[in-house]
């Protein structure tokens, strides 16, 4: 499985982004999808998560703020980032776990920077 982010970029305080998680795999669908995040010298943090069912959670901070969503028939994860502050800089990463086969996926990252 690969999943390939984008969508990320320079962005002022107040602006959005929607990044996006291309993923591969005939059995995407089933996949339980999400999004987390690292910011310069912090700890990866679980962002926004989407079931198979499209069933969402967030973190309590961002809710409100950011929406998860997809699209099984092209394979795509979206985080929509809305009134993005400087302190939602970071690296933000998919996610894909299989829970039948107990293997979980990374993709490489998209970075956001916003500035003040």
């Known amino acids: 499985v690969q999943l390939v982010e984008s969508g990320g970029g320079l962005v002022q305080a107040g602006g959005s982004l929607r990044l996006s998680c291309a993923g591969s795999g005939s059995i995407f669908r089933i996949y339980r999808m999400g999004w987390y995040r690292q910011a310069p010298g912090k700890q990866r943090e679980w962002v926004a998560t989407i079931t198979s069912g499209g069933r969402t959670n967030y973190v309590d901070s961002l809710k409100g703020r950011f929406t998860i969503s997809r699209d099984n028939a092209l394979k795509v994860v979206y985080l929509q980032t809305n009134s993005l502050k400087p302190e939602d800089t970071a690296v933000y990463y998919c996610?894909?776990?299989?829970?039948?086969?107990?293997?979980?996926?990374w993709g490489q990252g998209t970075v956001v920077t916003v500035s003040s």
């Open positions: 996610s894909a776990d299989d829970d039948i086969n107990g293997a979980h996926y």
